[in-house]
């Protein structure tokens, strides 16, 4: 666990060697951790960084994976909707237009844009940062595209859209003959590989990797 720091000491302390917590903004000496070990921050308990290993390559496969599954996500049926004898494929992308062609040109742009747009590029940006790692090439680059990535880590709302989708299956069910379609299986695969992402690709170790130093992010 780090130590707090005496305010006396600030002053003598390089500013890399201090930690602060995210959340009650302690001020500590950074903890040297080994593979696999945690720091918590001793007032809070806030897990202030986890030192995970070969975190560029399951990060890496992670964010191929999810890649793969962002196509079938928003482009195949979520829900097949048979009413009066008609029946509808409901995908993410046709809910955008129907939206569109609706007259709510607006609430259509925020649901691609939080739905489809920022997700992709939160994806891309990952994609961009971990092969500058991993290919030790265009840190500068890679640097920019994970400020970036931070920057739309609040606007990607995969979460709200599923519960959206979850809220319209329950009251569509006593008004219309419904079934699931494969892409609410992707859709909620997407979902669970991005969540792990979070939790594989730790900051620490790539902010660390990206500025030079060594902290065998790719162990
Ligand atoms: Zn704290």
Same mark, same amino acid.
């Given at each position: ?9 600030? @002053? ?7 930690? /602060? ?27 202030? $960084? ?10 890496? =496969?992670?964010?191929?994976? /999810? ?7 928003? $482009?195949?049926?979520? !829900? ?17 237009? %129907?939206?569109?062609? =609706? %007259? !709510?040109?607006?609430? @259509? ?7 489809? =747009? ?26 920019? $595209? ?26 569509? /069910?006593? !008004? @219309?003959?419904? #079934?699931?379609?494969? %892409?609410?299986?992707?859709?909620? #695969? ?10 594989? !690709? ?5 902010? /660390? @990797?990206? #500025? ?8």
């Amino acid at each position: 666990m780090p130590n707090p720091v005496e305010p006396q000491a600030l @002053a003598e302390r390089p500013l890399d060697e201090l930690v /602060a917590c995210h959340e009650c903004d302690l001020l500590m000496s950074k903890p040297t951790l080994r593979t696999d070990e945690k720091a918590h921050c001793p007032r809070c308990g806030y897990e202030l $960084f986890a030192h995970r290993h070969n975190v560029v390559n399951r990060s890496l =496969a992670l964010v191929l994976t /999810a890649l793969l599954l962002y196509v079938p996500a928003n $482009f195949l049926p979520i !829900m097949q909707l048979h009413l009066l004898g008609q029946s509808s494929d409901d995908t993410v992308w046709s809910g955008v237009v %129907g939206l569109y062609n =609706a %007259g !709510m040109q607006s609430v @259509a742009l925020v649901v691609f844009l939080c739905s489809m =747009a920022i997700p992709l590029l939160k994806l891309l940006c990952q994609l961009a940062v971990l092969l500058s790692i991993r290919l030790g090439v265009g840190r500068s680059h890679g640097l920019f $595209f994970y400020r970036i990535y931070h920057h739309l880590r609040d606007w990607g709302m995969l979460e709200v859209y599923l519960m959206g989708v979850l809220v319209a299956i329950v009251k569509l /069910a006593d !008004m @219309a003959e419904l #079934s699931l379609g494969l %892409g609410i299986v992707c859709f909620i #695969s997407l979902l669970l590989v991005q969540v792990w992402l979070e939790v594989v !690709m730790s900051p620490h170790q790539i902010w /660390a @990797a990206l #500025s030079g130093e060594d902290v065998h992010a790719g162990d």
